[in-house]
C-alpha cells in the first residue's frame, strides 16, 4: 500500500490551498487517512483525519473553523482544504493511511496508528 501527498506551495496569508492525498494498494473502507505537519525545528503534530466509511473526522485545535477534510472514495483521495492560512501553517505536510478506520478520533489518532507513509509536500504561508 502507499499513501501520496500531492499539492502545497506557496500561499499569502490568509488565502487558501488544497492539499491531496491519493491511496493505492487497500482498500479505502479499511483504513483512515490523517495528515501531520511538521515545521522547522518543531515535533510532527497531527492535524486531520477522516474515515471514508462512516465519515468521521476530526481537527486538531489550531485548524478548526480554517481546515477542512473530505474523502473522494471513488477517486482513493482525500483532500485536505486549507483556508484563512496564517504564517504558523507553514510546514511539511504528510498524509498517511491508518487502521482501524475507528482510530480517527481525538484518543487514538496519532501517529502509531498510521501503517503508510507519504513522502511530505511543503506549504508555506508568507507575504
Known amino acids: 500500500g502507499a499513501a501520496r501527498g500531492v499539492g502545497g506551495g506557496l500561499v499569502q496569508p490568509g488565502g487558501s490551498l488544497r492539499v491531496s492525498c491519493v491511496a493505492s494498494g487497500f482498500d479505502f473502507d479499511d483504513y483512515f487517512i490523517g495528515w501531520f505537519r511538521q515545521a522547522p525545528g518543531k515535533e510532527r503534530e497531527r492535524v486531520s483525519c477522516i474515515a471514508d466509511i462512516d465519515g468521521s473526522t476530526y481537527y486538531t485545535d489550531s485548524v478548526k473553523g480554517r481546515f477542512t477534510v473530505s474523502a473522494d472514495n471513488a477517486k482513493n483521495t482525500v483532500y485536505l482544504q486549507m483556508s484563512r492560512l496564517k504564517p504558523g501553517d507553514t510546514a511539511v505536510y504528510y498524509c498517511?493511511?491508518?487502521?482501524?478506520?475507528?482510530?480517527?478520533?481525538?484518543?487514538?489518532?496519532?501517529?502509531?496508528?498510521?501503517?503508510?507513509w507519504g513522502k511530505g509536500t511543503p506549504v508555506t504561508v508568507s507575504s
Open positions: 498517511a493511511a491508518g487502521v482501524p478506520p475507528g482510530a480517527c478520533v481525538d484518543t487514538m489518532f496519532d501517529s502509531y496508528a498510521m501503517k503508510y
